[in-house]
């Protein structure tokens, strides 16, 4: 059952209304339930020691420069990404994601490491229909959620060690990217930064190759909502290496943000309980995998070019095992199939939101197909012993 004052409140909140369909994108007529035990052994922890291991992976890319070419990093930028994590340069956020049933160890499906989206809908509007819900006696007065995000955030950027302008970027016609960004900035400013927003397309290059903004400031520091594979290979990502800026999120993200990352962290931490096996397209282990196995891009948003394919071929092209897109021209991974479960004909993955290394939340995205697209929902949970 939908709370009391939907409407008002999806507005109050930037979200449209339609009388008879809800809010785009979100439901509320059902909710995800979980033991507090569940929350931190069967998500915080599997999160905490994945996060662990991408950290000794990127250890291991100082010595080994083959990781960032079987991720395709072009080698102009090898040293920019490996001076990065031995910097330690800061980063801010980012969402794994699992399936999982409620009994079966979490098995990571991804890691949207570099631009998760469905932020807001995480950190604030699923804490409002919490408190709302239990003002309207639709769920138990005890009822808590793992939601931090919002702090962490905050936290987050006042340590940034940001001591002049923040500016925040990403492409201006992508409604769920700006609204990211929006937020971002909302948090950021709540932790006493200076902000200004501009556009991608509106970054421009001095003649010392800095970075400059609509009124010829120099950019310093940039949050920036943008696949870093994009921004390498575009003309303008030629003075990355000069322009001194400091990025939110760290050109190491480059790293964790490829899906590359998968039979890396297999491939070092082979049987770990929370992977699934994976392996490089090509690669002779492949015929490890004798079950159905998922083929995925390098690189792609939104599930777009994935496929489920079923002794050894796709079984057909609807959107249950395949989804569209442009993606795939750097190269594929396959990786064990571990579908997802399912609840009334609806599909969740389960995603644990990082903030500067830390779990910090949890999300729920439910769709009508075994591939996460972009159509599904976001779905609300509750913590209840």
């Not at 995800?32 to 994945?50: H, V």
């Not at 699923?126 to 819900?133: I, T, V, Y």
């Not at 948090?187 to 902000?195: I, R």
């Not at 290979?233 to 480059?254: C, D, H, I, N």
Request: hydrophobic letters at 35%.
């Amino acid at each position: 059952m939908q709370r009391p004052g939907l409407a008002e409140t999806a507005r109050a909140h930037g979200y449209e209304h339609h009388t008879h369909g809800g809010v785009p994108y979100w439901e509320e007529t059902a909710y995800y339930r979980f033991t507090l035990k569940q929350i931190e052994d069967d998500f915080e922890r599997p999160a905490t020691e994945i996060d662990g291991m991408c950290f000794e992976l990127l250890d291991q890319s100082l010595r080994d420069e083959t990781v960032y070419q079987r991720l395709c990093i072009p080698e102009a930028y090898w040293d920019y990404v490996a001076n990065s994590w031995r910097q330690r340069d800061k980063d801010l956020y980012g969402r794994m994601d699992f399936s999982y049933d409620g009994t079966a160890p979490a098995k990571l499906l991804e890691y949207n490491a570099d631009t998760p989206t469905t932020l807001y809908e995480s950190s604030v509007f699923q804490w409002l229909w919490l408190e709302d819900a239990k003002a309207a006696g639709l769920i138990p007065q005890s009822s808590d959620q793992a939601a931090e995000i919002h702090e962490h955030l905050v936290s987050a950027f006042e340590n940034t060690r940001t001591e002049g302008l923040l500016h925040l970027a990403c492409m201006r016609d992508m409604e769920d990217d700006r609204e990211t960004v929006k937020y971002l900035e909302e948090c950021a400013q709540e932790a006493g930064l200076k902000t200004d927003f501009l556009a991608m397309r509106d970054i421009g290059i001095d003649k010392d190759g800095l970075f400059t903004d609509l009124e010829d400031r120099v950019i310093a520091d940039l949050f920036k909502l943008y696949p870093w594979e994009w921004i390498m290979a575009e003309e303008f990502g030629r003075y990355l290496t000069t322009s001194g800026v400091r990025f939110l999120e760290p050109p190491w993200k480059a790293v964790l943000s490829n899906k590359g990352l998968l039979p890396l962290l297999w491939e070092k931490f082979e049987g770990h309980p929370y992977l699934l096996p994976a392996y490089f397209e090509g690669d002779a282990k492949v015929a490890n995998l004798t079950g159905d196995y998922v083929r995925k891009p390098l690189l792609s948003r939104q599930g777009a070019n994935i496929e489920i394919v079923r002794r050894g071929k796709t079984a057909d092209r609807t959107k249950h095992v395949h989804s569209e897109g442009d993606y795939g021209g750097e190269g594929h991974i396959v990786q064990a199939f571990h579908p997802l479960p399912a609840f009334d004909g609806k599909y969740p993955v389960m995603g644990c939101w990082m903030v500067a290394g830390q779990p910090a939340g949890i999300s729920i995205r439910e769709g009508e197909t075994l591939i996460t697209n972009g159509e599904a929902n976001s779905i609300p949970h509750v913590i209840l012993d």
